[in-house]
């Protein structure tokens, strides 16, 4: 997948038209017609929103018995002809170590960022921003939606965008400043960015679904949903309806991670901060805590706590990650989006 470096701005405008041509590499659920599969079963797999075989393989057969037309015998046929064409079985340490250092990393457009998160947002895995207004959230997921449609080695993932908008945050004049910043056609660069807007937790699921279904002809390399929580503040209330709340929630996460997995894609979800009013508190400098409780915090592989600095400069933390340590980065928000921070 990776391409040598050109720097001109003209060659760089050519790259960005790229992913329109590129297709994903999920493998389509038409390809199981040629394994015993009927075209009938295949159609109503398609209108039950499963997209590719990896889907098939990768769900529990009572999902699949709940797409109408399908049986427990279908189900469990359809299950065992999609494994035959998707390795589920184990596999090295060695080998998992190589596509870790293959892994396609997405740049911040800050290079002590950059550092910071080993090479930039990781691709495959869901990384959470959060933090109270005004951090550098929505900011960072503008300038990433530019940053992946650059080639992999100029810190892209030569794919195009997918936005899901909750708050109504999303600013497509933003786009334009980032990619005159990378020397882009504004144009082609929001050609290249999918939006939807999401009114309710349901809408916002069933976004992620036709999101699927948009990934498999196209190359995409990055999704963000902001905010993922914002929608499940308003739509459940008390603690009445906490546990379907977070059920939900825990549903549309997997979904999300499920898609990053079948197309290799980077998800990045932003988070809303709440303050935190127990005992421990008192001895907290900055007592504010994500919502989402434990669903959020085991779901994203990455987590980041941002915080505002001076002047326009923000300060971006590892609040949970496997592979990094505990560490800070200043980064700052200018005209052109995130940048290296200024005295």
Sequence with gaps: MSRQARAPAAVAQEEVEEPAEETSMATPIQQLEHHNISATDVKKLVEGGFCTVESVAYALKKTLMNVKGISEAKAEKLQMEAKKLVDMGFTTAAIK??????????????KDLDELLGGGIET????????????????LCHTLCVTCQLPVADGGGEGRALYIDTEGTFRPERLVAIAERYGLDPTDVMDNVAVARAHNSDHQMSLLREAASMMITVRYSLVVVDSATALYRTDYSGRGELAARQQHMAQFLRALQRICDEFGIAAVITNQVVAQVDGAAMFNPDPKKPIGGNIIAHASQTRLSLRKGRGENRVCKIYDSPTLPESEAIFSIGEDGIGDPKD
Excluded: A
Aim: hydrophobic letters at 25%; a neutral charge.
């Design 124 to 139: 495959g895995s869901i990384t959470e921003l959060f933090g109270e207004f005004r951090t550098g959230k929505t900011q």
């Design 97 to 110: 170590h190589q596509e870790r250092v293959d892994l396609v990393r997405l740049s911040t457009g800050s």
